[in-house]
Structures are given as C-alpha cells and as structure tokens.
C-alpha cells in the first residue's frame, strides 16, 4: 500500500519550486557558459563587451592556437605523468592497509586507522616546509617525482578509508574459506576480495584522478622549469603569454578541464558516492 | 594462526605506513622542529631560536590580518554553501521533474580545479566587461565600473563567493543523503496531524538533518581553512593583504620571502587550528550518533 501510494517529500508547492531550481540553476550555470562563450568569441568581441551575449558566429581560433601550441602539450603530457602513476600508487596501497584493517585487526590498529584518516583534514600548508627540505636534498626539486610521490602519500587517507570500509562488507567466511583451501592472505586479497570491490575502486579511481589533476599546490612547490609545469601552472604561466587573450584564455580553461568533466560525465555516479561517503564516514 | 597473521600484517602494511610515515607524518613533526629555527631554505646553517618565531607572531600584523580574514571565511563558510546547500537539497528532494539534471549542475563545479573557478569568477568580477558590472549597468542604466578583486573593501568577499558556489554541490549532495533517511511516512502522518510546511521542516526534518549538518559544518570549516588555490588565482592575497588568509600567508613567507622557520610556526598554528577543530567535529559526531544513531 505504501509503495503504491507517491512518498510525501516535504513539497507543499511543485510547480514553484520547479520555478525556483531553474532560476537557480541557470544562474549556477552561468560562470561555466561565460567560459564556453568566451572560447568560441574573438578577443576583439569580447573586449568590446559582447562576452555574455549569444555568439553571432562559431570563431574557432582560440582552440586551434591552445591546441597547437607545443607547451600546452608538454603541460597535459606531465600531468599525465602525475596523475597516473599517482593514482595507482594511491589506491594499490590503500587496498594494502584497509586490508588488515578489515580483515586482519590487532590491538591498536582502530586509533592507527584513525590517525591515517585524520590525515584527510589537515591543511597542506602543514607538512610544505619539511617536505621542500627532504626534496631538495635529494636532488628531486623541479622534476615531477616529489608532486607523485605526495600525492600517492596524501591519497592514503581517503584510499584507506574506502577499501578498509569496502572490504568490510565482504563476508569473513570467504577469506577463511579461501585460507582452508590453501590460498595465501596476498592470493584472498588478490583473487577474491580485490574483484568484489570493483565499485570501491571505481569511486576512488574517479575522485584521485580528479584531484590529483585539478591540484595547484604541489606542482606549484616542487618544480620551476616550464618543461616540467603540469597543466594547473601552466595556465598560470600563460596567462601572460595570452595576457588580453581572453577568448584564448577560455579555450585554454576548458581544455584543460576536459579529462575530468569526462570523469565526471562518464563516472559521476562513483563521483558523487564517494565524496558523500569520505565526508559522512570521516 | 596468530604468527601467520603477524606476517600478513606486517607484509601488507608496511609499504603504506611507510610512505605515510615518511611523507606526511615525519614532515608534520618536522614543522615542529623547524619552527624554533631560522632556516632560510638554501643554507645548510640554520640556528635555533626558541620562541623568537611565535613571538614574531605575536607581533606580526599581516598576521593579525590574515588569521582575521581565515575567520571570516569560515563564518561565511558556514552560513553560505550550508544554507545554499539545504535549500537547495530541500527543493530536490522534491521529487521535482529533473531533478537529476538539477543535481548534476548544481554538482558540476566540484570537479572543476580551484585554479578554473579562480578564472572564471575573475571574469565575472572584470571592471569593463564582466558579468557582474554588466548586470549592474543594465539595471541602472548607468555605466557602472568597479574593480572587485583590486579593492581592499570587496577582495575578499569577492573569492568567498566564488569559492562558496564551488563548495555548494558538495553541502548539497550530503544533506541529499540525509534527507533519503527520512521517512516518507513521517512527513505524512504530520501532515496528516496538520503540521504546516514551516513545522515539518523546523521540528522534523531540520532535527533529523542533524548529523548531516555536523558533517557540512565541519567540511566547509576544514576546507576554508584550505583555502589556497583560489584565493592565489583570484587575487594573490591582495591588494595590500586585504585578502591573506593563513594559508596564503604561510606560503607568502616561506616561499617568497624563504623565511621557512618563521612559515613553519605560522603551519604549526594552522595545524593546532585544524586539531581543534576535527577535536570539535569527532566529539559532535559521536554527539549526534548516540541522540539520533
């Protein structure tokens, strides 16, 4: 009876509030559109103040000068280089931890648990000066090992706290079945456990990518050549380059952004479950 | 057993404490250290100076400044993309039609890089042609000019407000959740009992929406105290300083000026900071659990 019944929400008027959200969507929308505008428009039309109106012609230049420019690619190629390999590390050794954390618990390993977690909240800012030191030392400045390395490390905490609360709703009969059969805790953890989290790891492949892209920080500290900028700084850099270039500059923003819109397009259903999930558990 | 799973556990987690401990833990005793020192960031001499950074401190007005403007920003932290958030949340759970392309637009801008937001918004403010002073000038009729990110007076205001529509999705999605908990039949039998619109809200859903509440409450605190990026992007902390935050300040010292002893004191008060207020939130949480779990 209940299910056939529509569900009170609290909505004592539909059609207003159908109003509201396009009022508000549409102005939500609205940075986004300028961008999208202002990459399609000549400079000259946009510094006569025509940016926010509907484009008279489709002006494609400002695509074909970001695209061919050689450092824009150098910029997508080393972000590749970052985000890749930093997201694997990320998530491989957050299946590692949140492993004994679910499967294999010993005395202290909650408040060890805990503190990884923690590590989630605090501002970068903390750890900036003693991780340039170590960095530095080693000879590591300006090339891209140290923004992969940090973000494999600061990555832990989200990682950890998905895979060990994943894994925890795999039945425990399954690894004690598995370890009677003569399966080694590396052949569960591999053979079993990892092909059932598939979701978990979708989730964090989604927002690891996504972070470690859109990051500023990092890129900002360790390196300082050009040919090593990831795409974040290099939009700085050529911001004087294309100083008065504005509908350059819009092209060069939503180039940029292209991988994780298509993230977010293709996987935003793993996207949005994992920011709800990492905000709420932590 | 027990040797057997001793050997699992130190097999598996030492590569992830390991990387852990080197890269985040050791460094964040290290800003200890390094904040009772003067080291420059080039010299391998650096001598301990005791307290000499945390009285600078004391004294240093820009930092009098930015710690009054990281407090702002986590006021309008609270109010702005929490309120937005609700309401926004509360107009979708609606079962209004489209309500999932609704969501996905309101979603978008959390997946843009801060540096994007930073331009974008940048736009809107542009003396000459940006949306902000079109709008105004259309409205009045007269020819309206004014520099948002180059005034002391507006900066900072300016880059909470863009900040705020990117973090808004994030709120929205959270109360989203919280609010699919709530049973549909509980807001009927109100209904029913002759609860009006503004009752069911402020004594059913609000109380119920409590820990979803803790939880965007203490997001949007913790990341403003983030807040970095954005504010480089937009306005570099500027003009005359009208617009540092704590975060910014620290990499102003550290890696402008390289006085990195002194940084580090300033990212051992961001630090303390943060520890009270994730100290705040966990004891909120268990709070609300043991009212509501």
Same mark, same amino acid.
């Given at each position: ?7 009170t929400?609290f909505?004592p008027w539909?059609?207003?509030v159908?109003?509201?959200?396009c009022?508000l969507?549409v102005?939500?929308?609205l940075?986004t559109?300028?961008?999208?505008l202002?990459s399609i ?13 509907a484009?008279a012609?489709?002006f494609?230049g400002n695509f074909?000068e970001?695209l061919g420019?050689?450092?824009v ?7 590749l ?6 997201t694997?590390?990320?998530i491989?050794?957050g299946?590692?931890a ?6 294999l ?6 408040a ?9 909240f ?6 900036l000066?003693?991780?340039f030191?170590?960095?530095?030392g080693?000879?590591?400045i300006?090339?891209?090992w140290?923004v992969?390395?940090?973000?494999s490390a600061l990555?832990l905490p989200i990682c950890?706290l998905m ?6 709703t ?5 690894r004690?079945?598995a ?8 052949q569960v953890?591999?053979?079993v456990v990892l ?8 989730v964090?492949?989604?927002l690891q990518f996504?972070?470690?892209w859109n990051?500023f920080l990092?890129p ?5 050549s050009?040919?090593k900028r990831?795409i974040m700084?290099g939009?700085?850099?050529?911001k004087?380059?294309?100083s008065?270039a504005?509908?350059?500059q819009g092209a060069?923003s939503l180039v940029?952004?292209l991988?994780?819109?298509l993230v977010?397009?293709f996987?935003?259903?793993f996207f949005i479950?994992g ?5 709420v558990?932590? | ?11 598996l987690?030492s ?5 852990? #401990?080197?890269f985040?833990i050791w ?9 009772f020192t003067?080291w420059n960031?080039?010299d391998?001499n650096?001598?301990?100076v005791? &307290?000499?950074?945390f009285a ?5 007005r820009?930092f009098?400044?930015a710690?009054v403007n990281?407090?702002i920003?986590?006021? =309008?932290?609270i109010?702005?993309?929490t309120?937005l #958030?609700?309401?926004?949340a509360l107009?979708?759970d609606s %079962?209004?039609a489209?309500a999932?392309v609704?969501?996905?637009?309101f979603y978008l801008?959390i997946?843009l890089?801060?540096v994007?937001v930073g331009q ?5 403010y ?5 949306l ?12 309206f ?5 180059? /005034? ?5 205001w300016?880059?909470?407000? =863009? ?13 989203l959740? #919280? ?5 549909g ?5 109100c209904?029913i009992e #002759?609860a009006?619109?503004w009752?069911?809200? %402020?004594r059913?859903?609000l109380p ?5 509440t ?13 807040? &970095? ?6 306005t570099?902390?500027g003009?005359?300083?009208s617009s540092d ?6 990499y102003?010292?550290?890696f402008? /000026? ?13 630090f ?5 207020i994730?100290?705040l939130y966990?004891r909120q949480l268990?709070?609300v ?5």
């Amino acid at each position: 009876m209940a299910d056939t019944l529509p569900r009170t929400r609290f909505n004592p008027w539909p059609a207003t509030v159908f109003t509201v959200l396009c009022v508000l969507a549409v102005l939500f929308l609205l940075p986004t559109v300028g961008v999208l505008l202002s990459s399609i428009k000549t400079t000259r039309e946009i510094s006569m103040g025509q940016l926010w109106s509907a484009p008279a012609s489709l002006f494609l230049g400002n695509f074909t000068e970001v695209l061919g420019n050689p450092a824009v690619h150098r910029y997508f190629l080393n972000t590749l280089l970052v985000t890749l390999p930093a997201t694997a590390v990320s998530i491989t050794l957050g299946a590692l931890a949140g492993y004994v954390f679910a499967k294999l618990p010993f005395r202290g390993s909650n408040a060890l648990f805990l503190v990884i977690v923690a590590g989630m909240f605090f501002p970068p800012q903390v750890i900036l000066v003693p991780l340039f030191r170590l960095f530095n030392g080693l000879g590591l400045i300006d090339t891209l090992w140290p923004v992969i390395i940090v973000h494999s490390a600061l990555g832990l905490p989200i990682c950890v706290l998905m895979m060990r609360n994943f894994f925890a709703t795999v039945p425990n009969a399954l690894r004690e079945a598995a370890i009677m059969e003569g399966a080694s805790e590396w052949q569960v953890l591999t053979r079993v456990v990892l092909p059932l989290s598939l979701p978990a790891l979708a989730v964090l492949a989604t927002l690891q990518f996504t972070w470690i892209w859109n990051d500023f920080l990092w890129p900002l500290i360790f390196t300082q050549s050009d040919t090593k900028r990831t795409i974040m700084i290099g939009i700085v850099n050529l911001k004087g380059q294309y100083s008065v270039a504005w509908g350059v500059q819009g092209a060069l923003s939503l180039v940029a952004s292209l991988p994780t819109l298509l993230v977010f397009l293709f996987f935003q259903r793993f996207f949005i479950k994992g920011m709800t999930m990492g905000a709420v558990k932590g | 057993m027990e040797q057997h799973n001793r050997f699992w556990r130190i097999a598996l987690l030492s590569l992830p404490l390991g990387v852990f #401990g080197l890269f985040v833990i050791w460094p964040l005793f290290s800003s200890f250290y390094y904040s009772f020192t003067n080291w420059n960031g080039f010299d391998a001499n650096y001598s301990y100076v005791g &307290f000499d950074n945390f009285a600078k401190i004391a004294t240093d007005r820009l930092f009098l400044q930015a710690a009054v403007n990281t407090t702002i920003w986590m006021i =309008a932290a609270i109010v702005l993309p929490t309120a937005l #958030g609700l309401m926004l949340a509360l107009l979708l759970d609606s %079962r209004v039609a489209g309500a999932r392309v609704f969501k996905s637009i309101f979603y978008l801008p959390i997946c843009l890089s801060a540096v994007i937001v930073g331009q974008i918004w940048t736009w809107i403010y542009q003396p000459d042609w940006g949306l902000l002073n079109t709008v105004i000038t259309q409205a009045t009729g007269e020819k309206f000019k004014y520099a948002w990110l180059a /005034k002391p007076d507006t900066a900072l205001w300016s880059v909470i407000v =863009a900040w705020s529509w990117q973090q808004t999705g994030l709120s929205m999605v959270i109360y989203l959740a #919280g609010l699919t908990a709530i049973p549909g039949d509980l807001l009927e039998v109100c209904e029913i009992e #002759g609860a009006s619109p503004w009752q069911r809200f %402020r004594r059913v859903v609000l109380p119920l929406l409590a820990p979803s509440t803790v939880v965007v409450v203490a997001l949007s605190v913790i990341n403003s105290l983030k807040g &970095f990026d954005i504010l480089y992007i937009m306005t570099g902390g500027g003009p005359f300083n009208s617009s540092d935050t704590l975060a910014m300040h620290m990499y102003n010292e550290s890696f402008k /000026k390289y006085l990195m002893g002194y940084g580090s004191a300033i990212s051992v008060v961001l630090f303390l900071i943060a520890l009270a207020i994730i100290g705040l939130y966990f004891r909120q949480l268990r709070k609300v659990d043991r009212i509501y779990g």
